[in-house]
């Protein structure tokens, strides 16, 4: 008890504390603006004071004037290119165009005045422009003109890979990339402060089990920036073992401007693609267990967006719009097979399959600038997604059979609203509300057809395996495949709420120091309907004993029944001969005739069913992750050499399932990094690092470990 209090005491001064203190660079959720810091110096070196710098930008002009260390800072701007203007008489006026202010950074000008009469304007070139010797994150910010001037593909998830340290994630998906070795499962994805990292798997957007990622949550057309942080980011990034992704939308501006545009890559456009089933076709080393392929794929999309201000509000209200709806197919062939299911069996092959699917993005943002000092921001962004019935689910393209068919629905929709304030020109204030939504609608086409896969073909005849099943070596057989149904399937609902609080305040002692503290608090919910193509199966009292004597496990048997999954096997000893032998059962015979083999007396294959899975618990859940964070991070320049960061990060993390629940404590993350500038000209820095990161846990524990999952494997029928 005297633990807890002790803690609830230090949180509660540590979140009181967050209305002395002041900000430079809040947590990943709140970093969605930059700074502009200038230097001004004469031609000796001397810093100038009382110089007029004038910074222009896509929301107006903010003017301030240099102190007497010569230098002046430029708060919680909007991303773009912005232009500074140095005035002061005696000297020549400076005008520094295409200053870019990145996501979370501090772009420097400096500035080395000329003698001679004001009116007099040098214009500076960019190498006036330095880089955040303050900072000792490693990774890269990705802005619009960067992925205007490279070749990328449509997804926003293609800039990821233009960041050193990241890797494709293998299983994970394009979409979901390895970051500094990590599983592609281990990032921290946020988009204008809310975090649309999914709940349940810890991808981006919406990520299933079955599927893989499907939906990323926002387009590459609404990106203004994205900064991929791949290591030695400070205490108030977190909630990852991988990399920190930021994504910020585009805003408006004091000025109208908008854009219409299609992009098309039709399927003519590519040659056929080569998978696996097409090497070594014809010979011995041919694929055994074909798996179909993609053939082709196309795009279509149309982009509309319009950013501007309201008329009577030109300098205090702007808004930003987009809509880019999408048509995406993949042209796929079915496995060619080259055997028959049976010889009752007709349908043998499918030919090709034509997988659509319609994306409605859209994104809007509305910033308010009551004034230099104090702006609210919101956004709102969303893609839903609608398919059709296809070949998506368990069989996919290996199978010959479409009550294996189902259609997907699912997309995300995002909303945040923000306060960014200046208290003083060394305070900042940040706080917002978030809500991240991510939906799975999984619909089978033959939702009363149980799932067979079918493994009595698996093993080839000739050797080394030699099936002894197979009537002569040289015989080509099937492999495996999904008989019919969809099997296992699921339908999601994930819901984030997030709430947060971070300042900092810059000071002199033995240097210059920024001091940022920041809480925040997530609920995070991941609920959804477990199913399985054919419903459920009555269990007797008798069939529940053969199946468990576990006294919690047989009255569920018998009172709920049972789904299931399957695969149909070979076996001789149910073949009609041997199960009307005396002591079998002849009601456990089941025969099929498969071209090519035969393991009873009459030719036949004997046959039974055994279950993959089978779940008798209510098919429900409903799971809750409560994370609270706190942390505090110090920037500390002693000269202009050296940067030094230091922080430290509170982590904790409660999990509760249907059934049972549990509490992550205390998690302590130190962060600790140096930055040299061996010159002292913001030219060059070296950077050392040393953390301690934990993870977000997916709710998918609490599914697995913390819920009802009496289930039934290994039974045979």
């Known amino acids: ?18 209305t002395t203190l002041g900000f430079a660079q809040g947590s990943a959720e709140s970093t969605v603006k930059g700074n502009v810091a200038a230097y001004v110096t004469d031609p000796s070196g001397a810093t100038v004071s009382d110089a007029k710098v004038t910074l222009s930008g896509p929301t107006g002009d903010k003017v301030l004037s240099t102190g007497t260390d010569g230098k002046v800072l430029f708060q919680i701007l909007t991303p773009g290119s912005y232009s500074v203007k140095i005035e002061k008489t005696g000297f020549k006026t400076d005008n520094v165009k295409a200053v870019e202010v990145e996501v979370g950074k501090t772009s420097v000008v400096n500035a080395k005045l000329e003698v001679g009469a004001a009116s007099t304007t040098v214009e500076v070139t960019a190498d006036a422009i330095t880089v955040d010797t303050t900072s000792t994150a490693n990774g890269a910010n990705l ?3 960067f992925y205007a001037s490279v070749p990328v593909g449509r997804g926003v998830t293609g800039l990821f890979y233009a960041a050193s340290g990241v890797a494709a994630g293998g299983g994970t998906g394009t979409a979901n990339p390895s970051i500094s070795g990590a599983t592609g499962l281990e990032n921290n994805y946020v988009a204008d402060g809310v975090s649309i990292t999914d ?12 599927y893989g990622s499907l939906s990323t949550g ?15 980011f400070e205490a108030q990034y977190g909630k990852s073992t991988g990399g920190i992704v930021q994504i910020v939308t585009k805003s408006g501006a004091n000025h109208f401007y908008g854009s219409v545009g299609a992009y098309f890559a039709p399927q003519r456009f590519e040659l056929t693609r080569k998978f696996t089933d097409d090497f070594s076709q014809g010979t011995s080393t041919q694929r055994f267990n074909l798996q179909g392929k993609i053939l082709h794929q196309s795009g279509y999309d149309v982009d509309a967006q319009l950013g501007g201000y309201v008329p009577g509000l030109r300098d205090h209200l702007f808004f930003f719009g987009a809509f880019n709806p999408q048509w995406n197919t993949d042209y796929d062939q079915f496995a060619q097979f080259r055997n028959a299911t049976d010889t009752t069996n007709t349908q043998n092959v499918l030919g090709n399959a034509n997988i659509a699917v319609k994306v409605y993005s859209y994104s809007g943002k509305g910033t308010f600038k009551i004034n230099d000092n104090h702006q609210i921001e919101a956004s709102i962004f969303g893609d839903p997604t609608y398919g059709q019935q296809a070949p998506n689910g368990n069989g996919g393209l290996v199978t010959s059979s479409k009550t294996t068919f189902d259609k997907l629905q699912y997309g995300t ?3 945040v609203v923000r306060y960014n304030g200046t208290l003083s020109p060394s305070w900042l204030l940040n706080a917002s509300y978030s809500l991240g939504h991510n939906n799975l609608n999984d619909t089978p086409l033959a939702p009363n057809v149980f799932g067979i896969a079918d493994l ?16 002569d070596p040289a015989n080509i057989l099937r492999g495996n495949f999904t008989r019919q149904g969809i099997g296992y399937y699921e339908n999601t609902k994930g819901d984030n709420y997030g709430l947060n609080f971070d300042t900092s305040k810059a000071f002199h002692f033995l240097g210059q120091h920024n001091l940022t503290v920041g809480y925040r608090y997530d609920r995070g919910h991941y609920d959804g309907t477990k199913a399985y193509g054919g419903g459920h199966i009555a269990i007797d009292q008798t069939l529940a004993n053969a199946i468990t004597l576990d006294p919690v496990a047989n009255p569920l048997l018998v009172a709920n029944g049972t789904t299931a999954s399957f695969q149909l096997r070979a076996r001789h000893a149910t073949c009609i001969d041997q199960a009307n032998l005396p002591g079998h059962d002849p009601n456990t015979a089941a025969e099929i005739y498969v071209p090519g083999i035969g393991n009873c007396a009459d030719g036949g294959e004997g046959v039974y069913l055994l279950t993959n899975r089978g779940e008798f618990e209510p098919l429900g859940f409903k799971t809750t992750s409560l994370y609270h964070t706190l942390f505090a991070q110090d920037s500390w320049s002693p000269n202009k050499y050296v940067s030094i960061n230091a922080g430290i990060r509170w982590e904790q993390q409660h999990v509760a399932g249907v059934n049972a629940k549990y509490t992550f404590n205390d998690n302590w993350s130190p962060r600790l990094g140096i930055s040299i500038d061996p010159w002292g000209n913001r030219k060059t820095k070296i950077t050392a690092n040393y953390g301690r990161y934990t993870e977000a846990l997916p709710l998918d524990i609490a599914i697995r470990s913390l819920s009802n999952e009496d289930d039934i494997s290994a039974a045979g029928w």
């Open 1 to 18: 008890m005297l633990k807890k209090l002790c803690l609830t005491s230090a949180l509660l001064a540590l979140f009181l504390s967050l």
């Open 143 to 145: 802005n619009d003109q």
């Open 199 to 210: 709940g349940g798997f810890g991808g981006i957007g919406v990520y299933s089990r079955l």
């Open 218 to 232: 926002i387009n590459l057309s609404f990106v203004k920036e994205v900064d991929v942080k791949t290591g030695g």
């Open 413 to 415: 929709r995002n909303f």
């Open 456 to 471: 009595v073909q698996r093993t080839p005849c000739s050797a080394p395996l030699s099936n002894p099943d197979c009537t």
